[in-house]
C-alpha cells in the first residue's frame, strides 16, 4: 500500500476522499477486472462487456394472439352478415412444432406465442370467430386482416448482432429478461467488493434485547451493512464487537478473512477506551487524525493482514455521514455506477454553521415546493440541528446540505448543493 501522508492538518472532505481512493487501490483494482456470473446472480450488478444477440427475436414466426392462422386473401371481404368460411386443419400450441400447412380457404387454430403453420400469413383473434354450428371442422371468420396482422416476425425485436445491453448497465429484472430470451446462462458483470462490517463499543445492545444502565441499541452494523449492500457490495461479515483489545482483533480476524475491505464504525478518537485507534493507529501507512468536516471529524485508514481499513466514527450519524460523503463515492467508482450528483436548492430557512469545517446538514428536498417567488429550484429545509447524537431526525432527511468550510450562515433562499442520500 503506498505510504499516506502525515496527517499534521485537516484535510478538507474533498482532500480526504483521494487519500481514501489511493487507500483503496486494491479494492478498485480487482473490482476494475470482469468475472462470469449466473444470470440468477447478476441482478444490480454493473454489466462489463456489451451484450450482443446471438439470434433474432423472435426465433419464428409466431402468433400474437388467440386465434386462427388463414391467408388473408380468404377473409379479405369477410364481414358479421357475411363471414368467411373455413376449414380447420389442426391446433398449434406453444412449444409445439409449426403444424400443418395452410392452403386455400383453410385455418390453423393457434395459441399465442405458437409457430405459425407455413401458408398463413396473418392470424385472425378468436373473438372476431365462431365455429359452424352445422360443421364443428368450419370456422366463419367475422373481419378481414391484412397481411402481417398479429404475427411477431423474426427481428421485430432484435437482429443477430445488435448490441442489447451496453456495458456499465446496472442490471435490473428487464436486463435480465432480455439476456435469458437470448438464451444467456451467465453475464460478465464487475466484481462487487467484499466487504467485512465491525461496529464496536461495550455499551452496544443489539435491537429487541433489553437494556442496562448507560446501555443503547447497536445500529452502525445495519445502518452500515445497508448502506454498502445499496452501493452493490458483498458484505461478508457483520460483527459488533466490545472495547476490549482481544475481542476487536478477532473481530477484525473474522472480516477480513475473505473481504476485500474492512470497514469499522467507531474508537477512532483520542479518549481512553479508543480500541480501534490502539489496534490499528501504528501499522504501516495508517492514518488516524481528524479532517475538517462536521459531523464525522474523527477518521482513520489501516490495514489488518493485508486488508484495507476503513475506520468511521461511532455516533450513528457521524458513521453515516462519513459513508455518504468520503466512502460511497470511491465504492460507486468500484462497482462501475454513477456518481450520485449533488442537486441544486435553495435554503427555506436561515442555517448558521462553525467555521474552517465543511459541515452536511441533514435536510428534507420539496420537490413541490418552490423556495420563493420565481424561483425555479426546490426548497430545502435542515430537518434537525448540527448535533450528531440526533439519530431519529436521520430518518426524515433524504440530502445533506453542504455548506462550505469559509461560510458561517446563509440567510433564506441562499442556494446550495444537497446531496441525496
Not at 62 to 78: F, H, I, L, T
Not at 318 to 327: D, E, I, N, T
Request: hydrophobic letters at 45%; charged letters at 20%; one cysteine or more.
Amino acid at each position: 500500500m503506498t505510504p499516506l501522508p502525515d496527517a499534521s492538518t485537516r484535510p478538507s472532505p474533498a482532500e480526504y476522499r483521494e487519500l481514501l481512493r489511493a487507500h483503496l487501490t486494491p479494492v478498485l483494482e480487482r473490482a476494475a477486472r470482469s468475472t462470469h456470473l449466473p444470470l440468477s446472480a447478476c441482478a444490480e450488478s454493473v454489466l462489463s462487456r456489451d451484450l450482443r444477440a446471438s439470434v433474432d427475436l423472435p426465433l419464428f414466426v409466431n402468433s400474437q394472439m388467440d386465434g386462427y392462422a388463414v391467408r388473408s386473401a380468404d377473409v379479405a371481404g369477410a364481414g358479421p352478415d357475411s363471414p368467411a368460411r373455413l376449414r380447420v386443419v389442426g391446433a398449434v400450441h406453444a412449444g409445439d412444432g409449426p403444424g400443418p400447412g395452410v392452403d386455400d380457404d383453410e385455418a390453423c387454430k393457434v395459441m399465442t406465442g405458437a409457430p405459425v403453420p407455413e401458408g398463413a400469413d396473418c392470424v385472425v383473434p378468436v373473438e372476431d370467430t365462431w365455429v359452424s354450428d352445422s360443421d364443428p371442422a368450419v370456422v366463419l371468420v367475422a373481419a378481414p386482416r391484412s397481411p402481417g396482422e398479429f404475427l411477431r416476425r423474426p427481428g421485430d425485436d432484435v437482429r443477430a448482432g445488435d448490441v442489447v445491453i451496453e456495458a456499465g448497465v446496472r442490471l435490473e429484472a428487464r436486463h435480465l429478461a432480455a439476456a435469458a430470451s437470448l438464451g444467456m446462462s451467465g453475464l460478465d458483470v464487475r466484481p462487487r467488493p467484499r466487504v467485512g462490517v465491525v461496529a464496536t463499543g461495550s455499551e452496544l445492545v443489539a435491537p429487541g434485547r433489553p437494556l442496562g444502565p448507560g446501555q443503547i441499541w447497536e445500529s452502525n452494523s445495519i445502518t452500515l451493512t445497508a448502506a454498502l449492500k445499496a452501493c452493490g457490495c458483498e458484505v461478508t461479515t457483520t460483527i459488533v464487537a466490545g472495547d476490549d483489545r482481544h475481542e476487536f482483533t478477532s473481530a477484525l480476524d473474522a472480516a477480513a478473512g475473505g473481504a476485500d475491505l474492512v470497514v469499522t464504525a467507531g474508537a477512532v478518537s483520542m479518549g481512553d477506551a479508543e480500541v480501534v485507534r490502539q489496534v490499528l493507529a501504528d501499522r504501516d501507512g495508517a492514518r488516524f487524525a481528524p479532517i475538517a468536516m462536521q459531523p464525522g471529524g474523527p477518521q482513520g485508514l489501516s490495514t489488518w493482514r493485508g486488508t484495507p481499513v476503513v475506520c468511521l466514527p461511532g455516533n450513528p450519524v457521524s458513521a453515516l455521514v462519513s459513508f455518504v460523503v468520503l466512502l460511497r463515492p470511491v465504492i460507486l467508482e468500484a462497482v462501475g455506477r454513477a456518481p450520485i450528483r449533488p442537486v441544486r436548492a435553495r435554503l427555506a430557512r436561515d442555517v448558521r454553521s462553525p467555521e474552517g469545517r465543511v459541515q452536511f446538514l441533514r435536510a428534507a428536498l420539496d420537490h413541490g415546493r418552490a423556495a420563493g417567488p420565481g424561483s425555479d429550484l426546490p426548497a430545502v429545509d435542515p430537518v434537525s440541528g448540527p448535533g450528531s447524537h440526533l439519530v431519529a431526525s436521520m430518518a426524515r432527511a433524504d440530502v445533506l446540505i453542504e455548506i462550505p468550510a469559509d461560510v458561517t450562515s446563509l440567510a433564506a433562499g441562499a442556494e446550495v448543493e444537497a446531496i441525496p442520500l
